[in-house]
């Protein structure tokens, strides 16, 4: 089923297939000093645990425009599959991380848009799995698994994280605010066929929003949905981030208790995010905490897992970012996000790099 190059076809220079991370060592041999950083962290992941994120599209290009995005509103909304970013770009960064001494739970497909959107996601996927030894996740919005390449590009990972915030038409459009293209059903449908065609695992997430989707007759709604999708999980999430709109606001652990158990015992609620290990970390910290800000906000704790450095020493890096206004500091119920200032030149040259990756 897989449209993934076989070995002839490899994306990866001869060097590097003869000296794989699986069961050998990686020598480099590309200089990526001065490449635009499409691999950030890794973060700290309330369903993956430490995950090392892939960004595959340039900033806010997704096929939604959700009121509840960490990350600003979309810039291009689109269904327009391209190589946004090519594998090659991409995996050379991948291959420094690890070299670095990282050791994530999972490599995540995901970034500042929705990266089925990228062409060459496939072929990504292919070459990751062919020469690391670390799980693939895909943190997708699943609308476009209706298309058979998309479901056919991404049918090596180990896990696919898509997402279901609505429950019909008018719920979609308010809350996901899609591309014209994209109906609710057509979406739905989607995941049900690739829930048939996949044999890896399914980790659906419903996001509930005070007041837009979060009730108990919402719940029983989803039910009817969840239960034809057939995921082995259901996560549960609410926006304890801020959101592009001041209105997508966080439900009540109570509230999310309750309907969580009307999913029945494949759904669970995220809990925060706690790192018990102590890993290895990259070596500047200034520069991973900006790329991790650049694409979402994140209090001392996340930061601090994420990274592994010490709350102590990262406040060492933030306070004078947040002096000299690089970062915003934002309340967001009794937590405090850390997050960049898109005017401040130097997130300007992060973002931009984001964003100029369309040009590859
Ligand atoms: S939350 Fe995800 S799917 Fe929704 S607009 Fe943001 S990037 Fe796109």
Known sequence: MSRAPNASTSILPSPLISTPLKGGGFEG?????????????????????RSLGVDLVPYKVCSYDCIYCQLGRTKEKTIERKPYVPAKRILPQVY???????????????????????SEIGSLIHEIKKHIEIPV?????????????????????NVVLPSLDAHDQEGFETINRPHSEIKFETMVEGLIAFRKEYSGEIWL????????????ANAIQFKRWIERVNPQK??????????????????????MTRFCKILGEKAEVITPYKDQEKHERGADVKEDL????????????????????????ILK??????????????????????????DRPEI????????NKSKY
């Open 29 to 49: 041999f590309w200089n990526i000093g001065t490449m635009e950083h499409f691999v950030y962290g890794p973060v700290p992941s309330r369903r993956l645990g």
């Open 96 to 118: 420094q991380k690890l070299k670095e001494g990282i050791r994530p739970d999972y490599i995540t497909l995901a970034g500042s848009g929705e990266p089925t959107l990228n």
């Open 137 to 157: 996740a895909v943190l997708t919005n699943g609308s476009l698994l209706w298309d058979s390449q998309v479901r056919e590009s991404i049918m090596e990972a």
């Open 205 to 216: 997430e419903v996001f509930i929003l005070d007041g837009i989707n979060g009730t108990e």
């Open 234 to 255: 259901v996560h549960i999430n609410t926006a304890v981030r801020p959101s592009v709109e001041t209105y997508a606001r966080q439900v009540s652990p109570e509230e």
């Open 290 to 313: 900006l790329n991790l800000l650049a694409r979402r906000p994140c209090t001392l704790d996340d930061i601090s897992s994420g990274l592994s450095v010490h709350k102590n020493e």
């Open 317 to 342: 890096y933030i306070e004078p970012l947040v002096k000299d206004h690089t970062i915003d500091m934002v309340k967001k119920g009794s937590n405090a996000y850390y997050q960049s200032n898109p």
């Open 348 to 355: 300007r040259s992060t973002k931009s790099e984001i964003r």
